[in-house]
């Protein structure tokens, strides 16, 4: 759940997540729409899937493999999180780089070329760090340290250089130019897309839902449709915006309200687990159809 997402943000997903699948025997047990449905709003939906698929392939091995190949070979475990898990779970003598241990690195070793091109040369310089006598004796005590000196002293701004247990062995810091490093590369315009979603709704304000693919974006996740799912009396209520990691997404929300919605999955409005950027589509369908039923919309006006 961290990955690419704050403790904050995280923390009361974790504790539904845990509440709800106490072993990952619990886990490996439960329908992939279930733990889809839990994980609504925390975004980055594969790793949901991938979690649920590493716990079956656990529960078939009949426990976690102990050595990092093994790990590696989990579904949705990349070298980062192979790492993590061997050194801190199994004291495996490996480094996960992170965001903090590349900074950290890049300083030591006054490693210049921008990011992300320099993303090989400040892993491999990181992962030297591990001849220190004290990450061989415990190398999860090690990469935890890491992770804490890149959060509270080796920090991306004003350093605290003064009182970081490697100040006479950082290059950079010797150079003058700590503070500066990892140097960023410029980042790319983010694109943007549109798109529409159908809020299509019945007296009692259960929401008609999809499940889409498992391949792609919000994989697996319930969704509004994209066309209109029937004939009705489609009004246009707004546009939501919302940002994904590679690209921003406009949709026009259009809402209708049958008296009976047709054949196919349907959820209580209020309640349906969907991923944050239909919440907000259905919100705005919700809006619109408390405020202004009965009512003809301008193309200028929005409830969104």
Excluded at 19 to 41: Q, T
Excluded at 122 to 147: E, H, V, W
């Amino acid at each position: 759940m961290l990955q690419q997402t704050q403790v904050a943000t995280v923390i009361p997903y974790y504790d539904k997540f845990l509440a709800a699948y106490p072993s990952i025997y619990d886990l490996a047990a439960a329908p992939v729409e279930e733990v889809l449905g839990l994980w609504a709003g925390l975004g980055y939906y594969a790793r949901g899937r991938n979690l649920h698929a590493c716990a079956q392939a656990v529960r078939r091995l009949g426990g976690f493999p102990k050595d990092y190949a093994g790990l590696l070979a989990l579904p949705g475990i990349g070298p980062y999180t192979a790492a993590a898990i061997g050194a801190i779970a199994f004291g495996l003598p490996v480094l996960a780089v992170d965001g903090n241990i590349e900074r950290v690195a890049a300083r030591i070793f006054a490693i210049t070329e921008p990011i992300p091109a320099a993303k090989p040369a400040i892993a491999k310089a990181a992962k030297g760090l591990m001849d220190d006598p004290a990450a061989g004796a415990a190398p999860g005590d090690f990469t935890q340290a890491l992770f804490d000196l890149g959060a509270s002293i080796c920090t991306p701004r004003n350093p605290a250089c003064g009182i970081c247990p490697w100040l006479g062995s950082c290059r950079a810091q010797a150079k003058g130019i700590a503070a500066s490093l990892p140097v960023r590369g410029q980042k790319a315009a983010r694109p943007s897309r549109a798109g529409a979603a159908y809020v299509l709704l019945d007296k009692a304000e259960r929401v008609w839902l999809l499940r889409r693919p498992d391949k792609g974006l919000l994989g697996g996740m319930l969704a509004l449709p994209e066309r209109p799912p029937v004939a009705a009396n489609w009004r246009h209520v707004g546009n939501i915006a919302h940002v994904f990691t590679h690209f921003s997404l406009t949709l026009e929300v259009h809402v209708a309200q049958v008296a009976v919605l047709p054949e196919g999955l349907s959820e209580p409005a209020e309640r349906a687990p969907l991923p944050s950027v239909m919440r907000k589509a259905l919100n705005c369908g919700l809006a619109g159809i408390r405020r202004l039923d009965g009512e003809v919309l301008a193309e200028k006006d929005s409830l969104c």
